[in-house]
């Protein structure tokens, strides 16, 4: 029983103490005002008062009992609280502003590697199968895949332009090499006219246009996640920086530092009468708290959105199955475009320059392209997933900063003696009100007015953002994706579920296989002795090589043979 009561009893002596100690110390001496003075604002003690005193010229922290601050000290304790008030939000908002900003970068940093690997296999299947015209591709598929960067990371770029250039650098290829193969080649201007040609013949069939189709469902959803993450990160740095009122900072003032005025070095604000000040200094950026949920909500909607085809890890690794599918169509086409194109273009008058071959470097053999069945885990869409479950987290953030401030770092602790802005109380006994604008009306220790053209403005970018977001999230009927960019636009409907045609379906395993069968009617050029089979599946791509070793014959051209998708562990 004794054990039990102890602590109790032990405590109102303490708080008795406390209180009593409190008071006295502002009577007697203002040595410790001093001190911590000094140590806080690193200002000079010379003509600060040694004892209380009366302080007639004070404009805040006005008080009948004699007081250790004088006007100047009082400016010095204003310009601390406006500092003490950022360090709070800034440390409030870190862990927040750290996980967009590292999922951002991480996010961007993996992007930039599936487009090297696709890039690579892209490469990789010119040189193994189509070998003759592998050093003439590789400026084309560079090309394509430096616009698809460019156009994830925010540049004003056309998907769909980019798209026809790459199958329109093609075709000539296709049609020197496979169509109309000669020991030497055409001239320029000779290949200028077939490229021309290309949208007029469709020596592709409708490839071209299903690239298109995954390109703007892939591309632009994963643009649009990157570019709303950067701006969750401008909205934490704008708001860790707000320009807080005259009311506010005399309110933080009076709260933080009048305190010190009356010896009372250690006391805490009251935990009503903190939640006032902070909820009334606050009060603009509780309005950013609705939108920021929805930004939050549109981030998830749009992630849970992003697979199949509109996956764009999915769609950039799959990229060079339907390259070949096109190459392939265009040779089994090759006569009835041969007639096509001499019709348009006339019969081809060769030069005695030979194109460079792809060789083999015998030293990279065995480092072939094999891709290993990627870890589920490893996946974008797992790494969204992981990121916007964090995310979920700080939904409310903004509506409970001024309650997060006073509980973790303000307020005096429950039962405690406390500052009520005037002395040292039990409690604080002032009406509380609520976060927002409309709940100050009835605020007795914050006045506020208008509003703040600062969150208004972040406000209408997130209201924008969350249009973009919700704009580019599939829906389970039709999609319309609006696409505008330097050479015009493009409006697609398209549908949200994936098809066959678009290369994800399958079994019902989920497993997509594609078996490339040789026959009888390859040229010399091509070589399919090397890639026998190609698989697809929903986890990796592989190609069956046996000679994968893939270099260039010139200085112009180097490959990078990457085995696996090199995703950044740890960070997601």
Request: net charge neutral; with cysteine.
């Amino acid at each position: 029983m004794i054990a039990q009561t102890w602590p109790v009893g032990f405590r109102c002596l303490l708080l008795l103490a406390l209180v009593g100690s409190a008071r006295s110390e502002g009577v007697q001496t203002c040595e410790e005002v001093r001190k911590l003075f000094q140590w806080r604002l690193l200002g000079a003690v010379r003509g600060l008062p040694d004892s209380p005193r009366a302080g007639p010229d004070l404009q805040v922290c006005i008080s009948k009992k004699p007081t250790c601050c004088t006007r100047k000290m009082e400016e010095r304790y204003q310009i601390a609280a406006h500092q003490d008030m950022q360090q709070f939000l800034q440390t409030s908002s870190s862990a927040l502003k750290f996980l967009i900003s590292r999922n951002a970068a991480a996010f961007q940093e993996t992007l930039e590697t599936l487009i090297k690997q696709a890039e690579n296999y892209t490469s990789i299947l010119f040189c193994n199968t189509y070998r003759n015209m592998a050093l003439e591709a590789a400026a084309s598929v560079q090309e394509f895949f430096t616009d698809v960067g460019l156009y994830l990371f925010g540049a004003d770029v056309n998907p769909e332009e980019f798209v026809n250039r790459f199958f329109d650098s093609l075709f000539p290829l296709v049609y020197n090499h496979l169509i109309n193969p000669g020991v030497t080649d055409s001239s320029l201007e000779y290949s200028e006219c077939i490229r021309m040609a290309r949208r007029d013949v469709s020596p592709f069939g409708n490839i071209p246009k299903r690239v298109m189709g995954q390109m703007g469902r892939s591309l632009l959803p994963s643009r649009t996640f990157l570019q709303a993450l950067n701006l969750g990160i401008e909205v934490i740095n704008t708001t860790d920086y707000l320009h807080f009122s005259k009311e506010c900072s005399r309110a933080l003032l009076k709260m933080q530092y009048c305190p010190h005025c009356q010896g009372l070095t250690l006391s805490k604000p009251c935990m009503g009468y903190c939640l006032n000040v902070m909820r009334g200094c606050l009060a603009h950026m509780a309005e950013l708290n609705p939108h920021w949920h929805a930004y939050i909500r549109s981030l998830e909607e749009l992630s849970d959105a992003m697979h199949g085809t509109y996956d764009v890890e999915h769609v950039l690794l799959n990229f060079h199955l339907l390259v070949n599918d096109a190459v392939i169509q265009a040779h089994l086409n090759g006569q009835k475009l041969l007639e096509q194109v001499n019709k348009i273009c006339g019969r081809p008058i060769r030069t005695p320059t030979q194109s460079p071959r792809c060789s083999f470097d015998q030293s990279k053999e065995k480092h072939g392209m094999k891709t290993t069945t990627r870890n589920s885990e490893e996946t974008l869409a797992n790494r969204r997933k992981e990121f916007i479950n964090s995310l979920r987290l700080y939904r409310s953030f903004y509506g409970g900063l001024a309650d997060q401030l006073c509980a973790n770092e303000l307020a005096a602790a429950d039962g405690l003696p406390c500052w009520n802005g005037e002395d040292i109380v039990k409690s604080y006994t002032q009406r509380v009100v609520g976060n927002g604008i409309k709940a100050q009306s009835g605020n007795p220790e914050v006045k506020v007015k208008g509003t703040d053209p600062v969150i208004n403005q972040i406000i209408d970018k997130l209201k924008h953002v969350i249009q973009l977001l919700q704009g580019r999230s599939p829906k389970p009927d039709k999609w319309e994706l609006l696409q505008l960019g330097s050479g015009g636009g493009m409006v697609e409907q398209v549908s949200g579920d994936c098809d066959d045609e678009d290369g994800c379906g399958g079994s019902g395993s989920g497993e997509v296989k594609r078996t490339l069968k040789i026959t009888n009617w390859m040229p010399d050029d091509m070589n399919f002795s090397d890639v026998k089979q190609i698989h697809q599946t929903d986890t990796g791509s592989t190609l069956d090589t046996t000679g994968a070793g893939c270099a260039a014959a010139t200085e112009s051209m180097t490959f990078t043979l990457i085995g696996v998708v090199m995703l950044l562990p740890g960070i997601w």
